[in-house]
T-cell receptor, first 112, second 114 residues
Framework: SQQGEEDPQALSIQEGENATMNCSYKTSINNLQWYRQNSGRGLVHLILIRSNEREKHSGRLRVTLDTSKKSSSLLITASRAADTASYFCATASYTGRRALTFGSGTRLQVQP | EAGVAQSPRYKIIEKRQSVAFWCNPISGHATLYWYQQILGQGPKLLIQFQNNGVVDDSQLPKDRFSAERLKGVDSTLKIQPAKLEDSAVYLC????????????FGQGTRLTVV
């Protein structure tokens, strides 16, 4: 079963706009990770946020984590056409299943 | 550093045939994962190894799927016999320590069962 669920399932924006994707999960976690997948390719790690962190930045990426609401958001600022991809959140739990478990993804289309 | 290597990249087989996929993780990585990704869906974990021990195989269909990690390094995933619904991309990933560190993915093997 999927631990994380992303919202929205699909997002289309213009180049230069910001894109926000949300992830909700069910069980307590050690960390939450975001990955990107270009069509037909493997997944690429973007950022990892630990359960005791609330916000993290990496370049144009900003991730927030709210453990009380069991949710996270990924913000991509000043989007580019090259950001077009599917974005997945993945969680590692310390209760129950340890395994790194992925959500269903948000498909982002950035129009040039 | 070299990435996660997977082979073959593509495979087409008939239903009821068997198939095997191979994965060579990044050197020194203790954790190895096999995921199944059906088109339009997120990766679904099949099995997670820590060195050569199994951490989680709760979603591995054990009547037809098997996996092993030789000497805690390379891994093979086998399907026997294959069904039409096994058509998917099979992704291998590795991480240095555990599920609490970033995972590096291979390019995947696209399996088509006809």
């Amino acid at each position: 079963s999927q631990q994380g669920e992303e919202d929205p399932q699909a997002l289309s924006i213009q180049e230069g706009e910001n894109a926000t994707m949300n992830c909700s999960y069910k069980t307590s976690i050690n960390n939450l990770q975001w990955y990107r997948q270009n069509s037909g390719r493997g997944l690429v790690h973007l950022i990892l946020i630990r359960s005791n962190e609330r916000e993290k930045h990496s370049g144009r990426l900003r991730v927030t984590l709210d453990t009380s609401k069991k949710s996270s958001s990924l913000l991509i600022t000043a989007s580019r056409a090259a950001d077009t991809a599917s974005y997945f959140c993945a969680t590692a739990s310390y209760t129950g299943r340890r395994a790194l478990t992925f959500g269903s993804g948000t498909r982002l289309q950035v129009q040039p | 550093e070299a990435g996660v290597a997977q082979s073959p990249r593509y495979k087409i087989i008939e239903k009821r045939q068997s198939v095997a996929f191979w994965c060579n993780p990044i050197s020194g990585h203790a954790t190895l994962y096999w995921y199944q990704q059906i088109l339009g869906q997120g990766p679904k974990l099949l099995i997670q190894f820590q060195n050569n021990g199994v951490v989680d195989d709760s979603q591995l269909p054990k009547d037809r799927f098997s996996a092993e990690r030789l000497k805690g390094v390379d891994s093979t995933l086998k399907i026997q016999p294959a069904k039409l619904e096994d058509s998917a991309v099979y992704l291998c990933a590795s991480s240095l320590i555990s599920e609490n560190t970033e995972a590096f993915f291979g390019q995947g093997t696209r399996l088509t069962v006809v």
